[in-house]
């Protein structure tokens, strides 16, 4: 089993920046793919990043290319999303996940191939 606890949520201004951090406990966090996803009052959960087991590879929704950095510590079992020039329509609760996926070259946007989530952390933006 593994477990998923994300901090670092908050109300900041837009053009703000934020980092979220997610600790995982259980097994071996380096056995895991990663990925960050949000949900919006009214919407349904979307993808935000996704970083695979090495940390070697990264992908990001169209809205995250450029602000959002999604990177992982497998030392500390942490994975970080660090998000820059925030605007008013990033606010969501904002989660992560794990899937326990072979392969290096595994990539995943799809919510439902991700086995392990964090209860999430809410992130609002003000204009």
């Known amino acids: 089993q593994v477990q998923l606890v994300e901090s670092g949520g908050g109300l900041v201004q837009a053009g703000g920046s934020l980092r979220l951090s997610c600790a995982v406990s259980?097994?071996?966090?380096?056995?895991?793919?990663m990925a960050w996803f949000r949900r919006a009052l009214g919407k349904e959960r979307e993808f935000v990043a996704f970083?695979?087991?090495?940390?070697?590879?990264?992908t990001y929704a169209e809205s995250a290319k450029g602000r959002f950095t999604i990177s992982r510590d497998n030392a500390k079992n942490t994975l970080y999303l660090q998000m820059s020039t925030l605007k008013p329509e990033d606010t969501a609760d904002y989660y992560c996940a794990a899937a326990g996926k072979p392969g290096t070259l595994w990539y995943s946007s799809d919510d439902h191939d991700y086995n392990y989530w964090g209860q999430g952390t809410q992130v609002t933006v003000s204009s």
């Open positions: 970083v695979n087991w090495s940390g070697g590879r990264t």
């Open positions: 259980g097994r071996a966090f380096s056995r895991y793919h």
